[in-house]
């Protein structure tokens, strides 16, 4: 009984720091490596071979590629805001690495002296803490981009903060109905209501995981969003005049709120660390390490041990670099948006849709209460059907092309007007018509 | 069980010197030899014209005055979803209020043209 206790003391103090370090190094290295995966995953789309000198298959090709940018001369223009130019990538590095924080990345461990929680931080406002530290990743983007004193620089900071702050309000909204079923904003409790109810959320709140899955697109400035960097019109947007690790200072933080959005996703709607089957379950239940309840409703006990630990960590680390290849997959297969797009996909289309929601997930969770279903797999069911056609309907409406125009001239302003044929010069290439 | 904010001091403790810890070491090792072009901002190989601080277009500040709006809109509906299932009827109709007066006022912005971006 004594091994189920909390760990506590010094080897608490221990644990919390390596735990630290460990996450921390941990996301330095899966930052390098998904450099490597995207130009290795890139090559393999576009048929060709990808880095594959440096090492074995290319292996060594990010530490070469850090190495190469530590050497490299910095510039830095004449007119540049000398603070906020050096100032800007720190500004955007610090808050992407720390964000990863309040994941739980596996199941408690047990140790001789204790439980170990496999969480850097469980903080009690878990969620809260991931809206306002992604939120905070733009005043990096958007100073260094002002700092510059370049047209391009600057075009592309203000396109990421406006398109980020759009995005957000999306993002926290589906997160809203994730939170109804948790009934808590810590993302250990999250995992918990998973395992409780047998359904990874992504089944029962369905539309909230293709909302939040498009807002982390945009949230990351990844294709088909990357209106801040977009080559062919910006160069390369708010870094344009950032060289050597200044640069990769930018390329990091990108690359970890890849990783913490793809982490987020595993967790909120894919179980976290969960696996399926109630074995790996474990929760912190007034002082008790549980697995669940019996049918009389008193805690049956959980069993940790070191192999479920490993097991869980694994499961969680394949669905995070699942959505990593998401990420890349998606920049190979998408065309980019045009930033009008962008916007009137967020503000018409997500931010209605996300409200709409809420009042349906909530009102569903409240009806399902009066008819005194319990909370479990029936209610999942249930919530499933019920997102299912919230989903099938919103892929209906973005499909029919009435909201995001898709050419440069304001989708159908011909149609009502039907132009005599005499007027048509046949040898035109038409617009009219289509 | 919910935990204590210490490992978050450290972790931005480690990050934050992993940030300047790059800054300064760069600024020592990498060899810097301006020229004047070099110190031009890169903009297509043009010779820049004119500042870069100028007046930018509105619809940037109209971003952001709507995203004020809907994101404290979020920031409401938080305590509200972690309670839902405990406030019942009552605190679904309250909100309901909430989000239809919200709604109508983003669709009063839409009628306006105040989302429109060409």
Known sequence: MDMLQPISGVPALVAMVGKVLAVFTATMLVVAYTTLAERKISAWIQDRSGPNRVGPWGLLQPIADGIKNFLKEETMPATANRFWFVAGPMLSITPALVTIAVVPFAAPLPTPWGVVDMIVADIPIGILYILALSSLGVYGLVLSGWSSNNKYAFLGGLRASAQMVSYEVALGLSLVSVLMLAGNVTLTQVVWQQQEMGFWFAFPLSLGFILFLISAFAETNRLPFDMPEAESELVTGYHTEYSSMKFSMFFIAEYSHMLTASALMATLFFGGWDLPGAWDNAFWHEGMLIAGFDAAGAPILAQPAWWKTLLTLAGFGLKTVFFLFLYIWVRWTLPRFRYDQVMSLGWKVMLPTALAYVMVVSATVLVLDLLEVSYGFTFGLVLTLVSGLCTVAFLFFLDSDRIISGASVPYRQDRPVRMPVTQVDAGAPGLSGD | ?118
């Open chain 2, 1 to 118: 069980m919910s935990g204590s904010y210490a490992p978050l001091l450290i972790l931005f403790g480690v990050s934050i010197l992993n940030a300047v810890g790059i800054a300064v070491a760069t600024h020592i090792v990498n060899p810097r030899r301006p020229t004047p072009q070099k110190d031009m901002p890169y903009e297509s190989g043009m010779i820049p014209l004119g500042d870069t601080r100028e007046r930018f277009s509105v619809k940037f500040y109209m971003v952001a005055i709507s995203f004020i709006v809907f994101d404290l809109e979020t920031i409401f509906l938080v305590p509200w979803a972690v309670g839902m299932r405990g406030l019942g009827w009552g605190g679904f109709v309250a909100m309901s209020l909430f989000v239809v007066v919200l709604t109508l006022g983003l669709v009063y912005e839409w009628k306006k043209g105040g989302l429109e971006w060409d």
